[in-house]
């Protein structure tokens, strides 16, 4: 079994602050875990994703992530927020060998103060 | 490359009217998802092929919800008929197999009235 539980389902900062949001998983194979974002109508487009190697990883849009075994967290953080981040952030965990599918946590919209 | 392709982006039906989404997904991705977004929240599969074969159907509602994928390709996705809680954003995804990236449509947003 997995799921993912994101804290906070609204967060707002000011533009050029730093931007945290988390992500808390479980699953009961080693995790394959996901950022996932969502533009106004749009589908979801992939951030960055953690696969068993390097814990703190890199994405698109100055985004990044660090896997922490023993918090079970995946927070996603970006150092100084623009106003074009402003979008639903998804959480997800899977697919791994032994587990078929990704789940997603419910989200976290991103507003951005001017 | 083109992505993932959905239509129509938009359907408003009255209950118990059929309605059908499709979906074209990259070219050469043999796995296809169908995915329910309920407001306010994250996606969940419906219906995953591989090929034309669906493997995991297991939260597809089968007594109003079917979905086919003929020849390997696109896919469709229909209810019959539809009630009001069905009223979601469905979302189609492509990737070249399970366990690679999935790459996802804009959706269909339903509203049933």
């Known amino acids: 079994a997995q799921s993912v539980t994101q804290l906070g389902s609204h967060v707002s900062v000011s533009e050029g602050a730093l931007v945290l949001l988390r992500c808390n998983y479980s699953?009961?194979?080693?995790?394959?875990l996901f950022w996932y974002v969502q533009y106004p109508n749009q589908g979801l487009q992939l951030l960055l994703k953690?696969?068993?190697?390097?814990?703190l990883v890199k994405g698109i849009n100055g985004f990044e992530a660090e896997f922490k075994k023993s918090e079970t967290s995946f927070h996603l953080t970006k150092p100084s927020a623009h106003m074009s981040d402003a979008a639903e952030y998804f959480c997800?965990?899977?697919?791994?060998?032994?587990?078929?599918?990704?789940?997603f946590g419910t989200g976290t919209r991103l507003t951005i103060i001017p | 490359e083109a992505g993932v392709v959905q239509s129509p982006r938009y359907k408003i039906i009255e209950k118990k009217q059929p309605v059908a989404f499709w979906c074209n997904p990259i070219?050469?991705?043999?796995?296809l998802y169908w995915y329910l977004q309920n407001l306010g929240q994250g996606p969940e599969l419906l219906i995953r092929?591989?090929?034309?074969?669906?493997?995991?159907d297991s939260q597809l509602p089968k007594d109003r919800f079917s979905a086919e994928r003929l020849k390997g390709v696109d896919s469709t996705l229909k209810i019959q008929p539809a009630e009001l809680g069905d009223s979601a954003v469905y979302l189609c995804?492509?990737?070249?197999?399970?366990?690679?990236?999935?790459?996802f449509g804009p959706g269909t947003r339903l509203t049933v009235l």
């Open positions: 995804a492509s990737s070249l197999g399970i366990y690679n990236e999935q790459f």
């Open positions: 699953s009961s194979v080693p995790p394959y």
């Open positions: 953690y696969t068993s190697a390097a814990t």
């Open positions: 997800a965990v899977g697919p791994n060998f032994g587990n078929e599918k990704l789940t």
């Open positions: 070219s050469g991705h043999n796995t």
């Open positions: 092929y591989e090929n034309e074969e669906a493997v995991d």
